[in-house]
């Protein structure tokens, strides 16, 4: 079980939790705990290891490009540049190692294009192949590649900061209704035993009154009981009509 599924966990625990004192019902409590851990094990789980992973991959393609063509400026050498450019990579690209031992300096540098997916990569590619086949300064061929890889990663930062900022609003906003329920659980009592009086049993109060047998010749009033351990009973008291 990996981070994610522990956060998944602990997420569906306190969303069931919070239904339990929210109704005082134990299968309300189980059921959001279930349908949350659904929810999070088959759909959220899965699309954020895919963004993780895409996201990873944007930042690794572009320190590979900037570490590769800086390197390969100053040696002159495939092999120097892919091993400096390799350096900062994740778990995930070494996993590649053994494939790309036996593949020659510009091989690796052409399998990789499956690894990282990216147009920005595809161009580098392209900037290379007339590096080695025509010669010149590669800084000066690749500046506008690096110039668009530099844009791109920093409007990528820059989503990546603003959707923290959102994640880290909404898991304030979600604790502090927690807090709240809690606090009208055991702070007020009273009140939450009020607010759990159902809006079906005061429908079928009403209901039986309309179908009741014999016409009622006076005003029936709906007045609550003082005593607060009864607050789930009703008690009807019927007024007699001012006669004129």
């Known amino acids: ?60 393609c572009y320190l590979f490009i900037h570490g590769f063509l800086i390197t390969l400026s100053v040696c002159m050498s495939l092999d120097k540049a892919f091993e400096v450019a390799t350096t900062s990579m994740g778990k995930e690209f070494h996993k590649l190692d053994e494939t790309l031992s036996s593949m020659q300096p510009r091989e690796k540098v052409e399998y990789l294009v499956s690894y990282f997916d990216s147009d920005l990569y595809r161009m580098f590619l392209s900037i290379l192949r007339i590096y080695l086949d025509r010669g010149g300064d590669v800084l000066k061929l690749s500046s506008e590649l ?23 609003t909404f898991v304030f906003l979600w604790l502090m209704s927690v807090v709240i329920v809690v606090f009208m659980r055991f702070g007020l009592s009273t009140f939450f035993e009020t607010m759990k009086v159902s809006a079906f049993e005061c429908l079928i109060a009403r209901a039986k009154i309309c179908c009741c047998r014999k016409p009622l010749p006076m005003a029936a009033l709906l007045v609550w009981p003082r005593s607060t351990y009864k607050l789930r009973k009703m008690t009807w008291i019927y007024v007699k009509p001012i006669s004129s």
């Open 1 to 60: 079980m990996n981070k994610a599924h522990v956060f998944t966990f602990s997420v569906s625990l306190i969303l069931g939790m919070s239904a339990f004192f929210a109704s005082d019902q134990w299968l309300l409590g189980v059921g959001v705990t279930l349908i949350a851990m659904l929810v999070g094990m088959a759909y959220i789980v899965p699309c954020g290891s895919r963004f993780v992973s895409l996201s990873t991959k944007r930042h690794e």
């Open 146 to 168: 690096t110039a668009e890889a530099s844009r791109v990663e920093e409007t990528e930062q820059a989503y990546q900061k603003q959707a923290i900022r959102k994640m880290m």
